[in-house]
């Protein structure tokens, strides 16, 4: 399976990935909008790195999908 892009954001794809799986950790089925309201505060900031590193949490998390009960992901 290739990486996802970073789409210009100054992490790396491991660390993209461990920021999505946080953020499905500390805000479940809210993850996605808790990640794209930051994403929109970069934008509105003009921090375009910022932007960019969000963008590519927000990928991540879509592609892992929501969570389940039992705490899991599905795939």
Do not use: F, N
Not at 32 to 57: Q, R, S
Not at 61 to 74: C, F, H, M, S
Request: hydrophobic share 40%; with cysteine; aromatic share 4%.
């Amino acid at each position: 399976m290739r990486p996802l892009p970073t789409l210009g954001s100054p992490i790396s794809d491991r660390e993209l990935w461990q920021c999505a799986r946080q953020q499905l950790s500390q805000h479940g089925d809210d993850a996605m909008v808790a990640a794209a309201l930051k994403m929109d505060a970069m934008l509105e900031a003009g921090d375009h790195a910022g932007y960019a590193t969000w963008a590519g949490i927000v990928l991540r998390i879509a592609k892992l999908g929501p969570q389940v009960d039992d705490g899991e992901t599905r795939h």
